[in-house]
């Protein structure tokens, strides 16, 4: 119980004083997730605010690889808001509609595969040439994430997934280092990636329907 509290302490001290360039950052990034998860198209510009103040954050502190892997998600963030944008657009051009998707299980397993692959070698070259401590855990984490980031631009239902599980993962690493505000941090992404999940899926769902619906309409117009 005493080091529950003294976590819950050490947790709201560090959320209190943090500058405000980095408060700025954590707020607009839990918003990205929360606007994410409901599909709304303004994630992006919370995404495209918090990366580039991440950006900016790493490479004061010579967290240099950490600013790198914010750069790529600048470029996703932009992506993504494009690739989003031709929804708004379907009602009055022809532009194709950007639909919520699945991907096979045999998709995903060729993905985790090629995935894994990659984090081992990148784990081992971090084991062999860096310090990193944790160097596979952190390599999985980073390789993963960059996967799941495109996911999400896709909309593919599944990226809410891989994300709890790079959560849970970045939970346990956060806590053996004793950043347990981060730790905390990233519960939280746990829960919003769970709640992201849950609406992208009833969205899907919704769209089946819709188009179950107009092709049963279609047939009887034709038929």
Same mark, same amino acid.
């Given at each position: 119980?005493?080091?529950?509290?003294?976590?819950?302490?050490?947790?709201?001290?560090?959320?209190?004083?943090?500058?405000?360039?980095?408060?700025?950052?954590?707020?607009?990034?839990?918003?990205?997730?929360?606007?994410?998860?409901?599909?709304?198209?303004?994630?992006? %510009?919370?995404?495209?605010?918090?990366?580039?103040?991440?950006?900016?954050?790493?490479?004061?502190?010579?967290?240099?690889?950490?600013?790198?892997?914010?750069?790529?998600?600048?470029?996703?963030?932009?992506?993504?808001?494009?690739?989003?944008?031709?929804?708004?657009?379907?009602?009055?051009?022809?532009?194709?509609?950007?639909?919520?998707?699945?991907? =096979?299980?045999?998709?995903? =397993?060729?993905?985790?595969?090629?995935?894994?692959?990659?984090?081992?070698?990148?784990?081992?070259?971090?084991?062999?040439?860096? %310090?990193?401590?944790?160097?596979?855990?952190?390599?999985?984490?980073?390789?993963?994430?960059?996967?799941?980031?495109?996911?999400?631009?896709?909309?593919?239902?599944?990226?809410?997934?891989?994300?709890?599980?790079?959560?849970?993962?970045?939970?346990?690493?956060?806590?053996?280092?004793?950043?347990?505000?981060?730790?905390?941090?990233?519960?939280?992404?746990?829960?919003?990636?769970?709640?992201?999940?849950?609406?992208?899926?009833?969205?899907?769902?919704?769209?089946?329907?819709?188009?179950?619906?107009?092709?049963?309409?279609?047939?009887?117009?034709?038929?």
């Amino acid at each position: 119980m005493a080091n529950f509290a003294s976590a819950a302490s050490e947790i709201m001290t560090y959320f209190t004083t943090l500058p405000a360039l980095e408060l700025i950052a954590v707020a607009a990034s839990l918003l990205y997730v929360l606007l994410a998860a409901k599909g709304n198209i303004w994630c992006w %510009p919370a995404a495209i605010l918090s990366t580039v103040l991440y950006t900016v954050i790493f490479y004061d502190v010579y967290l240099w690889m950490d600013s790198a892997l914010q750069l790529y998600y600048l470029l996703m963030a932009v992506y993504g808001w494009f690739c989003w944008q031709k929804n708004t657009q379907s009602k009055s051009t022809a532009a194709k509609v950007l639909l919520y998707s699945q991907w =096979s299980l045999q998709r995903h =397993s060729i993905a985790i595969l090629v995935l894994t692959l990659l984090s081992i070698m990148l784990g081992w070259l971090m084991a062999t040439y860096t %310090p990193t401590h944790f160097p596979y855990l952190d390599s999985a984490t980073t390789v993963f994430a960059v996967f799941a980031t495109y996911l999400v631009t896709q909309k593919v239902l599944e990226n809410w997934l891989y994300f709890i599980v790079i959560d849970f993962v970045s939970i346990y690493l956060y806590i053996e280092k004793s950043l347990i505000p981060t730790a905390a941090l990233f519960a939280a992404y746990v829960v919003l990636a769970s709640y992201g999940y849950w609406q992208w899926r009833k969205k899907y769902k919704e769209q089946l329907n819709q188009n179950t619906t107009e092709l049963y309409r279609h047939q009887s117009v034709t038929g």
